[in-house]
């Protein structure tokens, strides 16, 4: 990510580039860095879990194979919670996509008292700890609701991944502001006097050239996400990291520890990766010049 200072009618405020080679492995305004795997990411992670069952299994008197095998064993189960975090993660980018652009577009709206109060809680959403987040969502939002002598139960994972949106969509907020100051202000002439209204400029003109400037952040904030979604095992939501401490306490075998966690590791780089390559090559073909 490379941020320059575009002097327009958005008083020079950082604006989004995507990064080319030898660009930024981080962007400024979300404050997230990129997630930049490579295929040796993904053999160093094997080669320590290798490592890991090995010395566990030389420290308690097992094999490495029998270890393995556990592990095996266990693994439909940890699937099972893996694609609950699949899904937390889903979820959560798409609530918090389709309001944090509405909320990216108010940044830039031209009557100040929309511009501040939507800047005021994007950077009230993006700077709080995302687990403290979480935490106030699973705590305010109650159990259980009555509407009409129904009762509807909420459970945990809803609620933690309503907890999550919330800083997407304050990532996702600054992803379209950044996305759409970067658009140089001719653009914006050019559509005036053409007699496009300002609706028309954003939706016909703007938009559609900064989709592309806005795609590869929006995707590594999904992998960011889709990590984040660990952080349900501390408010009680039986996913992945959940699942394997319950295998680990049914199992009573302490060799069973490093190795059951490294290999939760594995299966989020076995996902995250490609979406990390290709975000990679995204941002390198789309590159601008600033």
């Known amino acids: 990510m490379h941020v320059t200072k575009n002097e327009n009618a958005w008083g020079g405020h950082p604006v989004l580039h995507p990064i ?116 106030y969502v699973m705590y305010i939002i109650p159990f259980e609701f009555h509407i009409g002598g129904v009762l509807i139960i909420l459970p945990d994972w809803i609620k933690a991944t309503f907890g999550l949106s919330l800083p997407v969509l304050a990532n996702v907020s600054e992803i379209v502001r950044g996305g759409v100051q970067s658009i140089p202000e001719t653009q914006w002439e050019s559509a005036r006097s053409l007699a496009f209204s300002r609706v028309q400029t954003l939706w016909m003109i703007i938009i559609p050239q900064c989709m592309k400037r806005m795609l590869p952040p929006w995707m590594n904030l999904y992998a960011i996400v889709t990590m984040a979604t660990v952080l349900g095992n501390i408010v009680g939501v039986s996913e992945a990291l959940t699942i394997t401490r319950d295998i680990l306490a049914a199992e009573g075998r302490n060799e069973l520890l490093l190795p059951m966690y490294g290999y939760v590791l594995f299966l989020f780089f076995i996902y995250i990766y490609p979406i990390s390559r290709v975000t990679v090559r995204l941002e390198r073909k789309w590159a601008v010049d600033t």
């Open 20 to 135: 080319g080679r030898g660009g930024r492995l981080f962007c400024r305004f979300t404050g997230i860095p990129y997630v930049n795997l490579t295929w040796w990411h993904g053999a160093i992670i094997v080669a320590t879990l290798l490592m890991m069952a090995s010395g566990a299994a030389a420290q308690y008197g097992n094999t490495t194979e029998n270890i393995l095998t556990t592990i095996i064993k266990w693994t439909p189960l940890m699937l099972e919670g893996f694609k609950m975090n699949l899904l937390m993660s889903v979820v959560a980018m798409s609530v918090g996509t389709m309001i944090g652009v509405v909320l990216g577009l108010c940044q830039v709206s031209l009557i100040p008292q929309v511009r501040t109060s939507s800047w005021l809680l994007t950077q009230l959403l993006r700077n709080s700890p995302w687990l403290v987040t979480l935490f």
